[in-house]
C-alpha cells in the first residue's frame, strides 16, 4: 500500500511539475507577444499594427482607423482575371491621406491563367512610392475547400503572375498564407526569397520566415460601415525602421 501511495504522489507532482511548465511557457509567450488575443488592437509587445479590408467593411473612415493605431493596411484589389474590388480606389488614397501605408491584395484564383490575374490587378493598382509589395492571397474556397487543386496546377498559376507583378512593381510581392497552403504548395518549392505574410490566429506563425502575422478574424474597431462588423488585424515581425524600409529594395 505505501508503494502504492509513493507512485501516485510521484505520478501527481510529475503532473504539477508540467502545469507549471506550461503556464510559465504560455506566459513567456504572451508575455513577448507571441500569443495575441482576438479582440486586442495596437499589441503594445510590437511596433507595427495593421488591418486588412475589403469592401465587406464599407465605407472606412481611415482616421478615425489611424487613431486607433493603424499604421499599415492591406486592401483587396482584385480576385481573379475579373474580379475587382468596388472599394479600393477610395480605400487606396484615403488610407494615404490618413497617414496609412498601403498594400493591394489580389485573391488567386485556380480557375484562370496567372498572366491575366496579373493584368487585372496592375489594371487596378498604381505603382506608387513608398506602398508596400503587392500581396497574392493563397487559401482555399468553394470546392475547392474540400478538394485542393494539386500542386504542379497551382504553381502554373502562380508563378506567371508573380513573374509579372515583380516585373511591373519591382519588387517581389508577398505571399499570404494559411498553414494548409503554405505547406501545400509553397513549402520547399523555391519560394523562400518571397516575404510571407501568415494567417495564424491567437498563436505566432509556424512558418519559417514570415514578415506578416494575421492573428485575428474576428476584432472590432470603431471607423467601418459595411455589411461585416469584424476587421482582420496583423503585426509587422520587426521594429519601426524595418518597417519603413521593408519592400522598398
Known sequence: MKRLFRAAARLLLIFAVLIAVAFISLALLRWRGLILL?????????????????????????PMLAEQGVDFAFIKATEGSALQDRQFAFNWTSAQTA?????????????????????NFISMVPVTQGALPPVVDIEFYGPYLETPPDKEHVRSILDPLLERLEEHYGVKPILYVTYRSYYRYLAGGGYEEYPIWCSSPTIFPLVPGWDF?????????????????????????????????????
Open 38 to 62: 482576438s479582440h486586442e488592437s495596437d499589441p503594445e509587445q510590437w511596433e507595427v499594427f495593421g488591418v486588412d479590408v475589403s469592401s465587406y467593411q464599407g465605407v472606412v473612415d481611415w
Open 213 to 249: 502575422w494575421q492573428y485575428s478574424h474576428t476584432a472590432r474597431l470603431e471607423g467601418y460601415y459595411g455589411s461585416q462588423d469584424r476587421i482582420d488585424l496583423n503585426i509587422f515581425r520587426g521594429s519601426r525602421e524595418e518597417f519603413e524600409q521593408f519592400g522598398l529594395g
Open 99 to 119: 497617414g496609412i501605408r498601403t498594400g493591394a491584395y489580389h485573391f488567386l484564383s485556380y480557375d484562370s491563367p496567372g498572366e491575366t490575374q496579373a493584368d
